[in-house]
């Protein structure tokens, strides 16, 4: 079993930075990719990128590449999103999940309650 929680959501300026972070509990996390996903109001939830159980490859989404940047640190059993230039667009709530190192949700096995990101302009 993996539990994960997510925190450092909140509301910024278009253009700022915020940092997210994954905490997990259960000892297979390290052995598991991590993806993040989000979902706007009226929207379908999104693929924003994943990173696999190592660390060593990341992938992201288009809409996010150049800006967001992926990383974990299995010693702290914690994963982070640092998301650079937002946009109003990336407004939503941002999920941690845990799975395989997949772009699809069905490929995550557990998934967190969500933190909510929302960007002015």
């Known amino acids: 079993q993996v539990q994960l929680v997510e925190s450092g959501g909140g509301l910024v300026q278009a253009g700022g930075s915020l940092r997210l972070s994954c905490a997990a509990s259960?000892?297979?996390?390290?052995?598991?990719?991590m993806g993040w996903f989000r979902q706007a109001p009226g929207k379908e939830r999104e693929f924003v990128g994943t990173?696999?159980?190592?660390?060593?490859?990341?992938f992201y989404a288009d809409s996010v590449k150049g800006r967001f940047i992926i990383s974990r640190d299995n010693a702290k059993i914690t994963g982070y999103l640092q998301m650079n230039s937002l946009k109003p667009e990336d407004t939503g709530v941002y999920y941690c999940?845990?799975?395989?190192?997949?772009?699809?949700?069905?490929?995550?096995?557990?998934w967190g309650q969500g933190t909510q990101v929302t960007v002015s302009s």
């Open positions: 990173i696999d159980w190592s660390g060593g490859n990341t």
């Open positions: 259960g000892r297979t996390f390290s052995r598991r990719a």
């Open positions: 999940a845990a799975g395989y190192y997949r772009t699809t949700s069905n490929g995550y096995d557990y």
